[in-house]
């Protein structure tokens, strides 16, 4: 069974949203650490308390993604004016709730942006039968990113 069905059209997933502490250091690690492209920088007013829970009216947004594959999907880094509560502590382990998310991109060469930058952290690394390699990072905001190598030169 599809998503939705032939009258409303196809479903897909248009964008995940990272709160972040340091817009700066977050563009850092999604653009020139892993190589995403701003697609949009826009400040928001809404009613973001009764949306979201938030202390004022105001967002800034940020869309990255790759401009060239529309179907690629988004990461939208979000700051709300007024500040935001601090990140729980991460799990040790992994527990219910959002857990990663996922990139296709050449590995070696992204590990070594982010290790030049100094972000990222110390990656978890594995090869998978068929040698599909496979690391682990973190974003400034503690978000915990898959990169999967897509074997492109």
Known sequence: ???LDAKRGAMKIHHTAVCTWD????????QDGLGF??????????DWPTLFGARQQRLRSIFLGDP??????????????????????????????????SVYLQIEPTLAR???LSLGGTPARISLEGGVQMAVVHDPNGVTVELIDHGEG
């Open 1 to 3: 069974m599809r998503g």
């Open 114 to 116: 982010l290790a030049s």
């Open 23 to 30: 817009m700066d250091t977050s563009l850092r690690f999604w």
């Open 68 to 101: 060239d594959i529309e179907e690629s999907g988004i990461v939208e880094l979000v700051e709300f004016s007024g500040g935001m509560a601090d990140a729980p502590t991460p799990p040790s382990e992994p527990a219910i709730g959002f857990f990663l998310v």
């Open 37 to 46: 492209v701003q697609k949009m920088d826009t400040s928001f007013d809404g």
